[in-house]
C-alpha cells in the first residue's frame, strides 16, 4: 500500500496570501495525483488531477506540481472561501490511498 | 448536471448487516466505474471499495474485504454497498463517486450518507 504524507497538518495564512502544501508519496506514483478540497460539512470538491491539471470550475489561483513522490499545491492568493481541509489521492494502483489531510485556516 | 445521490444510513448493532444505495444521474452511469469512500468522524478520506463500468471487476479496501460487496444495476443507474458483519470501527460518513476506468480520481461525489454502528 502506499502511503500518502502531507505537511503541515496545519497552516494559518492571511487572506490574500500565499499557501503551499505538500504531499509525499511512500512510493513513485508518476503523476497519479489529486487534490480535493473539503469545507466543514461539505462534500469534498475535485481541484487538481493529473498531478497539475484544473478540475472543471477550479480557479487559476490553484495551481499544483509534481512527479514521482513528491508534490505541491499552490493557492496563490488566498481567499475566504479557500480556508478548508485539503487532501491528496494517489491513484497509481490499488489501494487508492489518501493523505491525511492540510487545514488551511485564517490567521 | 451529474448528481450521485446516496439512501440507506442509520444506525446498527455491531455484527449486524446494511446495505447502502447510491442513484446516479445526469451521466451514462453505465459507462464510469464507481466508488464509495468515507469518512469516520473528525478523521480523514479512506476510500472503500470500487467496481468498474460493466461490473467485471471489483477492488476493496483490506479494512472491508471479506465483508463488503460492491454491485450495481446499470437498469436502475445504482451502485450499491452491501455491508455486513459491521464493526464499531465502520462508523463514517459514506460517500458514492464517481471515477473512470482503472484507478483514478473521483470527480464527482454525493453528498454522503451517516453510517452508525453501536450497541
Known amino acids: 500500500e502506499i502511503v500518502m504524507t502531507q505537511s503541515p497538518a496545519t497552516l494559518s495564512v492571511s487572506p490574500g496570501e500565499r499557501a503551499t502544501l505538500s504531499c509525499r508519496a511512500s512510493?513513485?506514483?508518476?503523476?497519479?495525483l489529486a487534490w480535493y478540497q473539503q469545507k466543514p460539512g461539505q462534500t469534498p470538491r475535485l481541484l487538481i488531477y493529473d498531478a497539475s491539471t484544473r478540475a472543471t470550475g477550479i480557479p487559476a489561483r490553484f495551481s499544483g506540481s509534481g512527479s514521482e513522490t513528491e508534490f505541491t499545491l499552490i493557492i496563490s492568493s488566498l481567499q475566504s472561501e479557500d480556508f478548508a481541509v485539503y487532501y491528496c489521492?494517489?491513484?497509481?494502483?490499488?489501494?487508492?490511498?489518501f493523505g491525511g489531510g492540510t487545514t488551511v485556516e485564517i490567521k | 448536471q451529474v448528481q450521485l445521490v446516496e439512501s440507506g444510513g442509520g444506525v446498527v448493532q455491531p455484527g449486524r448487516s446494511l446495505r447502502l444505495s447510491c442513484a446516479g444521474s445526469?451521466?451514462?452511469?453505465?459507462?464510469?466505474?464507481m466508488h464509495w469512500v468515507r469518512q469516520a468522524p473528525g478523521k480523514g478520506l479512506e476510500w472503500v471499495a470500487m467496481i468498474w463500468y460493466d461490473g467485471s471487476n471489483k477492488y476493496y479496501a483490506d479494512s472491508v474485504k471479506g465483508r463488503f460487496t460492491i454491485s450495481r444495476d446499470d437498469s436502475k443507474n445504482t451502485l450499491y454497498l452491501q455491508m455486513n458483519t459491521l464493526r464499531v470501527e465502520d462508523t463514517a460518513v459514506y460517500y458514492c463517486?464517481?471515477?473512470?476506468?482503472?484507478?483514478?480520481?473521483?470527480?464527482?461525489w454525493g453528498q454522503g450518507i451517516q453510517v452508525t454502528v453501536s450497541s
Open positions: 445526469g451521466f451514462p452511469f453505465n459507462s464510469y466505474g
Open positions: 489521492q494517489h491513484y497509481n494502483n490499488w489501494p487508492l490511498t
Open positions: 463517486a464517481r471515477g473512470s476506468y482503472g484507478p483514478t480520481y473521483f470527480d464527482y
Open positions: 512510493q513513485s506514483i508518476s503523476s497519479n
